[in-house]
């Protein structure tokens, strides 16, 4: 048999073994929602239940302890988190690359060594700057910080590094300035990578937890990461709750991936071609 014809069934069957292994909890998350107190540990798993329940998803979207309300806070902050994120990262990655100026190269590595620094360092200066602002305890404690990625910065400044000189030379010679490159000719182009990062910034924030918790009191303002709290009860778990609800929470990540999938191996792709 051809060598690489093993090498690429071996390859495929690591590559399957790692994918179950992946989806296996996300399976049991929906078998779970779906079943009753009794049956969540019962073993060997029952993967599907002899009666769905429906009464765990019901309850999730209705009634007093509603995710409606967290839903909506967290789409809120995401969305725009990540409309600010794309912006920004934009325009700092286009002077970053395409811009010539004294210290430009330094300047960029001392920004991206802040990616060194762990978040969670920076809880306290954050909570005062926060407090001090008068947006402790808001949404905007969480969308302004948000709109600032260095990694989003260093993702389009490797697409715009791809993009030929010639272009922008071309637009000079006609009398275009910088500002006016960028949003007719270059911005365009960078459409994969601009999809890119708004899915991968939409997953963090819909996800974000640890800053949820620490600058967010009250409950009116919980994100859906926030509210899965809820299903923690004095003396035990609501696992059936809990997991039909978090069931609810991928619903707008497997939106955005169905969206946006094509986008995504184009705009890694584009992005790494320049270091």
Known sequence: MNKAIVTKSITTLIMLFFSIVMIVPFLWMISTSFKTPAEVFRYPIQWIPDHFNWSHHIKVWS????????YLNSLKVAVLSTIGAVSLSALAAYGFARIEFKGRNTMFLVYLSMMMVPPQ??????????????????HWALILPGMFTIFGVFMMRQFFLSVPHEISEAAFIDGAGHFRIFSRIILPMAKPSLATLAIIDFSWHWNDYENALVFLIDQDLFTVPLGLQNFILENNVDYNGMMAAATAGIIPMILVFLLGQKYIIE???SSAVKG
């Open 121 to 138: 360092v920076l809880f306290v200066p954050k909570f005062i700057m926060f407090d001090w602002a008068g947006i402790y305890n808001t």
């Open 63 to 70: 009634g007093q302890g509603s995710f409606v309300p967290y």
């Open 267 to 269: 705009g890694v792709a």
